[in-house]
């Protein structure tokens, strides 16, 4: 049974109006108990950032949902683990994904496995926890996927590269990822062709890639992709010596990362803001939030 209210939970949802489409979903399911609303409630809480009670519900939906629907809500629940810095449980639930044999769900299962080793290998410098993402992205690259998953298989397997600075090689799968779909994408490929043009010295293009980016970003909700362009365009700057430039637009992109509660790009900014500080004590500040951003993302390293 569909109600009105689950159709316009649905239409909310792609809109990206998660607060009406949880809003609508919760009604829904109070009126019809649809395992679908359920999903919904759960998703919206996900898309909100809201990750505790996103755990709660994905876990309840999981129990009333089945076929792709519980695969869905199975692959969620393991990324709002990983983005806590839960990896034990984040591993456990792309692990489920993978065993069900389905070409989809297998992909999930290893990119949302790569991404937190590839995670854990950037905060701790770990090359040998990077090698094992690109081995997982490799497992990853199944037959059937849409041009979206290549893209975002590309993008991970690019950022494993700029991590292990061979940013030439990023550039490359960047490059590829915006190759097979120009969406909303784009952005997030450009963005990190900027970065590896700034590591090579070529600052002029990458601000010319970081500008190409700002225009896709404003033609649509894209937060974490415009921090991302913020925090780039700070690097760029603090590299050609506009320190005041580069802290300028850092502590806009620390905004946005603190909102979405994005636990490595904020110990990144921190680390980088510690560095141009000119005074000690807040100098000192930015430097225990870093350690404080790094030990929360750390949580069960040692058991993976």
Avoid at 55 to 76: P, S, V
Avoid at 89 to 99: M, R, V
Avoid at 232 to 258: M, N, P, T
């Amino acid at each position: 049974m569909c109600s009105d209210e689950l159709v316009l939970a649905k239409e909310a949802f792609e809109a990206r109006n998660y607060y009406d489409s949880l809003e609508n979903s919760i009604i829904a399911f109070a009126k019809t108990q649809n395992p679908e609303a359920a999903k919904l409630i759960a998703l919206s809480y996900y898309q909100l950032n809201l990750l505790e009670r996103a755990i709660i519900k994905l876990k309840w939906a999981r129990t009333i949902n089945e076929g792709d629907n519980y695969a869905e809500l199975t692959q969620f629940l393991g990324n709002s683990y990983g983005k806590m810095g839960k990896n034990k449980q984040a591993i456990s639930c792309y692990n489920e994904l993978i065993q069900m044999n389905n070409p989809q769900w297998v992909y999930a299962g290893h990119l949302g496995r790569g991404i937190i080793y590839s995670r854990i290998g950037k905060m701790n410098d770990n090359k040998k926890f990077l090698e094992k993402a690109l081995k997982e992205f490799e497992e990853a690259n199944v037959r059937g996927l849409s041009l979206i998953d290549i893209a975002k298989l590309n993008n991970s397997i690019a950022e494993v590269y700029q991590a292990l600075n061979d940013h030439y090689r990023a550039i490359e799968f960047y490059q590829k990822a915006i190759d097979v779909f120009e969406g909303q994408l784009k952005s997030c490929s450009l963005n990190g062709i900027a970065l590896s043009l700034v590591k090579v010295g070529n600052f002029k293009e990458a601000h010319e890639r970081l500008d190409e980016s700002y225009k896709i970003i404003l033609e649509g909700n894209h937060e974490i992709e415009l921090g991302e362009n913020l925090k780039v365009r700070g690097i760029c700057y603090k590299e050609q010596g506009d320190y005041h430039k580069a802290y300028f637009y850092l502590k806009q992109a620390r905004s946005i990362f603190k909102e979405k509660d994005l636990l490595l790009e904020l110990a990144e900014v921190a680390y980088i803001l510690g560095d141009l500080e000119t005074d000690i004590e807040r100098a000192a500040k930015y430097k225990a939030e870093h350690d404080l951003y790094v030990s929360s993302m750390m949580e069960e390293v040692k058991e993976i």
